[in-house]
């Protein structure tokens, strides 16, 4: 990797990480989880440790001016998704009750942990992203 790309890439991500602190001060039950960006098969991924998330609890992960909601669903199953609603473009919180889903808090619209729609206005589901993982560490696929 050039240096240039380093800065470029350092940049962002810090500029990502102010950006997520603002966006999820309103979310119930999210704590930021650090991440590094790694480069995996010329692909961008966010790594995250394993150690930083419980089952059904979310860790937000800042990355440019988007934050991504982690959740573990089960031991070494995970669920990543951008924490935007398709509808008009707000941040959506979790909500960590029985239901354990995502809301817009501006209109209504939920969505399961996987980022599936089940109450509208909203008529797409929030973006996912690809998760995989290690004995210690979360990858997510940037897009």
Not at 6 to 13: D, E, K, V
Not at 74 to 84: F, G, K, Q, R
Request: aromatic content about 6%; hydrophobic content about 35%; proline content about 3%.
């Amino acid at each position: 990797m050039k240096r240039r790309d380093f800065i470029q890439i350092a940049c962002a991500t810090g500029v990502g990480i102010l950006a997520g602190c603002t966006s999820m001060s309103n979310s119930k039950t999210a704590h930021l989880a650090s991440a590094e960006l790694v480069i995996v098969n010329k692909h961008q991924q966010l790594k995250v440790a394993k150690a930083s998330l419980n089952n059904n609890d979310i860790a937000a992960v800042a990355y440019q001016d988007k934050t991504i909601g982690l959740i573990k669903l089960a031991e070494n199953s995970y669920t990543a998704s951008i924490l935007i609603c398709p509808h008009q473009g707000c941040s959506v919180e979790y909500s960590n009750n029985e239901e354990k889903h995502y809301i817009c808090p501006y209109h209504g619209a939920k969505f399961t942990q996987e980022g599936i729609v089940t109450k509208g206005p909203a008529t797409a589901n929030l973006t996912t992203l690809e998760t995989t993982s290690d004995q210690n560490y979360v990858y997510i696929q940037l897009p």
